[in-house]
């Protein structure tokens, strides 16, 4: 069983900076990609931003130059994404996920909220 652990989230003024953290654990796994999804009440789940074995990354275009995941393979794996310039529009509980060999995983959800 992998376990994906996130944390990070919080509230932050319009323009503000946050860092979200997501650690796997748990059986070992072939990582294929990580990253994270957003939601909004009544609204489909988004990609923010993801990274592949190949440490390419991809972004949605409306956090492009502003958003930056990145992963540490030391120990477990964490994927981090740095979040600056946060607009409220930003507003939404992100999902950290991590795709293997026939699965995806998902961690609990961390709100992150920008507003004034």
């Known amino acids: 069983q992998v376990q994906l652990v996130e944390s990070g989230g919080g509230l932050v003024q319009p323009g503000g900076s946050l860092r979200l953290s997501c650690a796997a654990s748990?059986?070992?796994?072939?990582?294929?990609?990580m990253g994270w999804y957003r939601q909004t009440p009544g609204q489909q789940r988004e990609l923010v931003a993801s990274i592949t074995e190949d440490d390419d990354t991809n972004y949605a275009d409306s956090v492009k130059g502003r958003f930056t995941i990145s992963r540490d393979n030391a120990k477990n794996v964490t994927v981090y994404l740095q979040m600056n310039s946060l607009k409220p529009e930003d507003t939404a509980v992100y999902y950290c996920y991590l795709a293997t060999f026939g699965r995806t995983h998902w961690g609990q959800g961390t709100q992150v909220t920008a507003s004034s």
């Open positions: 748990g059986s070992p796994f072939i990582f294929l990609s």
